[in-house]
């Protein structure tokens, strides 16, 4: 596609519910980000996949928290019984390669509201 | 381990007028740095980059950045603000250290006033 494609964007979720997020890189992009941003503040990195390898996910606040990218095209994030400090606007990015340097596409976010 | 740091969290200027946005950082490899705009309820765009080549880099709507080492700077500038200038602003620092791990600054909100 023409950028990176997020859904749903925007979800209510009432506390303990689980919710999936869906993240369509850029074709042909090998490197796909997570972030998380709380309102007022600058996206926190999640995780980092290359193809469909989770190389990094040392910024996933609990095991609550899973993204997968089981084809290495479009990932999920999935949040299981969401909490009220779940509620931000979690951003996922791609780069056509892993390299240094490498422009990250953004997308235009899915803004979760835990209620 | 990287960080970075935006000095200031807001910053008012008067339309066509100068602009500064200030970021240091910190790493312990050679980084990557990138500034990024993001405007209300749109995604975050791309400004300029660096990755060790020139050290003043030029990026788009007249915005440009100089890294300085021996400062651990990349501030950005501009020299006549516009109207359409007034957004969120992110300084960015990225290492390869066998992950990708790419920090960003707390956002600088820049205010032009007519």
């Known amino acids: 596609g023409a950028g990176v494609s997020q859904s749903p964007r925007y979800k209510v979720a009432k506390r303990g519910q689980d919710v999936a997020l869906r993240c369509d890189p850029i074709?042909?992009?090998?490197?796909l980000f997570w972030y998380q941003q709380a309102l007022g503040q600058g996206p926190e990195f999640l995780t980092y996949?290359?193809?469909?390898?989770?190389?990094?996910k040392s910024g996933l606040p609990s095991d609550r928290f899973f993204a997968e990218r089981p084809e290495g095209s479009v990932s999920t994030l999935k949040i299981q019984r969401t909490q009220q400090e779940d509620s931000a606007v979690y951003l996922c990015?791609?780069?056509?390669?892993?390299?240094?340097?490498?422009?990250?596409?953004f997308g235009e976010g899915s803004w979760l509201t835990v209620v | 381990a990287q960080s970075v740091t935006q000095l200031d969290s807001h910053v008012s200027v008067s339309e066509g007028t100068p602009v500064l946005l200030r970021c240091n950082y910190s790493?312990?490899?050679?980084?990557?740095l990138f500034w990024y705009v993001q405007h209300p309820n749109k995604g975050l765009q791309l400004l300029l980059k660096?990755?060790?080549?020139?050290?003043l880099v030029k990026g788009i709507n007249g915005f440009e950045a100089e890294f300085k080492k021996s400062e651990t700077s990349f501030h950005l500038t501009k020299p006549s603000a516009h109207m359409s200038d007034a957004a969120e602003y992110f300084c960015?620092?990225?290492?390869?250290?066998?992950?990708?791990?790419?920090?960003f600054g707390a956002g600088t909100r820049l205010f032009v006033k007519a």
């Open positions: 660096y990755t060790s080549a020139a050290t």
């Open positions: 074709s042909g992009h090998v490197s």
């Open positions: 990015a791609s780069s056509l390669t892993g390299g240094l340097g490498n422009t990250i596409y």
């Open positions: 790493s312990s490899y050679s980084p990557s």
């Open positions: 960015v620092v990225s290492e390869d250290t066998g992950g990708f791990k790419t920090i």
């Open positions: 996949f290359q193809n469909e390898a989770q190389l990094d």
